[in-house]
């Protein structure tokens, strides 16, 4: 076992869960390999959701693999922070709308 | 990772990595050596495509010279002001020979910049009375706008319908000035209009400009037909700018682009993204199986990166004085793991995407 919960080299293991669980796991590269074809979205389009939902998820693999993808599709810097700037954005707003909820609850619970 | 960044070759400064043999060390060193990634002969052999043979002569590239108004820190060539390897004219004239015999229908002039080499000028003359279908000019753009001696070469081009292949590594400055140099970006894009004025690049136009991109750093290009796009469309609306193809090419761990892996401590990261990629079916297309490189010395080559690690042919003719073309088709082509860049992904050669 390494000292740390997450090691880079891991990120190259990733096709390796499909060894211990062959069907499970063959399903999903599929289903994987399948969402990031060409479709109604670019593939580059894509890859800029996935950054994006990558941070929101902080996910240091995703976010590992999908800045090297953005690049390698030639999506600029300015770019990829705006996608993650659409992350935070949603991630905050949806915390502040619970908001509504708390306002409720108090005024329920209010004379 | 941002590495110190120099304005001299690695020759110049005598580094290490300036000599072939600890370049090949390298390669075939450390997780090729213990066995944690496969070398190149032996993924080929999988697909039993060992050993790599030529098939039809279609190019001969010849690289003119290392010297290059530019020292982009990616270079493969380790090219810049201070490499004082130049063609002789002797030996542009045992190239004329050959371009006169070979069945090669295309000649890809190379360097540094080519057109540094004193003799360049002649050597287009005297090589385009050869009647050779495809003559390419590599040129990096800044030349032409690097000294007035320079500013009529989109003329000198057009006059003798030379083919030109330029790199453009980004369509915005910062990209494009981080890998090549400050500056280059606006002297590039002022090469392009020249050349666009003379009809170079126009979509009707049989004067063919063609583009190279290279990834500016530790990641290979993907997707050459969106990047296409996006390049067009950029440079369209912010400069007015046209050019026919764009061509997305794989930087191979030779010279600097190595040395900028290693030093930003990528290497590895690197070489596991390139064995990741690879493409049994870009093996077949690989450069080397149709194009012999020539270099400023005559030594022949089975590619420009061969050359660059001083891999000579594998064939009792090794230089342009004995050249035979029957004797040199009939070699097995020298490989190391550099070839993977060859075949990651779609493939990629000078001409962009193989497979
Ligand atoms: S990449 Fe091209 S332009 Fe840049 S230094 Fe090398 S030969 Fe010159
Ligand atoms: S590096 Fe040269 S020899 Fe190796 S596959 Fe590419 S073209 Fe062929």
Redesign the pocket.
């Given at each position: 076992m390494a000292n740390n919960y997450y090691d880079p080299a891991d990120l190259r293991k990733f096709g390796k869960i499909t060894e211990w669980s062959e069907e499970l796991g063959t399903k999903f590269f599929d289903y994987y390999g399948k969402v990031f074809e060409e479709g109604a979205l670019t593939a580059r389009e894509k890859a800029l959701i996935a950054l994006a939902v990558a941070h929101t998820e902080q996910c240091p693999y995703c976010i590992d693999a999908y800045t090297k993808d953005n690049l390698q599709r030639g999506v600029t810097k300015k770019q990829m922070m705006e996608a993650i700037h659409v992350g935070a954005a949603i991630k905050s707003g949806a915390t502040l709308v619970h908001g509504t909820m708390m306002m409720n609850k108090v005024n329920k619970l209010e004379m | 990772m941002s590495v110190t960044k120099s304005k001299k070759s690695l020759h110049k400064r005598h580094d290490d990595l300036a000599q072939a043999n600890k370049q090949l060390e390298i390669l075939s060193g450390g997780i090729f050596a213990d066995g944690e990634l496969p070398t190149?002969a032996k993924k080929i052999k999988e697909t039993n495509q060992f050993p790599?043979r030529p098939k039809k002569l279609e190019i001969l590239q010849i690289n003119v010279g290392y010297m290059c108004n530019q020292v982009c820190e990616h270079c493969h060539v380790d090219a810049g002001p201070d490499r004082k390897e130049i063609m002789t004219w002797e030996t542009m004239e045992q190239c004329l020979e050959v371009i006169k015999n070979t069945g090669a229908h295309t000649l890809d002039l190379t360097g540094g910049a080519p057109e540094m080499n004193p003799h360049f000028r002649r050597f287009v003359e005297e090589a385009s009375k050869a009647g050779i279908k495809d003559f390419i000019v590599r040129s990096n753009l800044t030349i032409i706008r690097a000294n007035k001696k320079y500013y009529d070469l989109p003329d000198f081009f057009k006059k003798h319908n030379v083919h030109v292949v330029s790199s453009m590594p980004h369509w915005t400055r910062g990209k494009t000035d981080k890998q090549r140099g400050e500056g280059v970006f606006d002297l590039s894009i002022k090469a392009l209009q020249e050349l666009n004025e003379r009809g170079y690049g126009m979509p009707d136009s049989d004067l063919r400009l063609d583009l190279v991109y290279n990834p500016n750093g530790a990641y290979l290009p993907s997707d050459q037909a969106g990047m296409e796009k996006d390049f067009k469309k950029a440079l369209m609306e912010d400069f007015g700018i046209q050019f026919h193809n764009l061509f997305a090419i794989t930087n191979?761990p030779i010279a600097r682009f190595l040395d900028y892996l290693i030093a930003s401590e990528n290497y590895e990261d690197y070489m596991y993204q390139l064995v990741d990629a690879y493409n049994p079916a870009a093996?077949a297309n690989?450069?080397?199986?149709n194009?012999i490189s020539i270099s400023w010395d005559g030594w022949l080559?089975?590619?420009?990166?061969?050359q660059m690690l001083d891999?000579k042919v594998n064939s009792k003719v090794k230089h342009i004085s004995d050249y035979n073309e029957d004797l040199l088709n009939d070699r097995d082509?020298?490989?190391?793991q550099?070839?993977?860049?060859?075949?990651a992904g779609a493939g990629?050669?000078c001409q962009g995407t193989v497979a």
């Open positions: - | 190149f790599l191979l093996v690989v450069m080397c199986t194009t080559y089975d590619c420009d990166f061969n891999l082509i020298i490989i190391s550099h070839c993977y860049g060859c075949t990629s050669s």
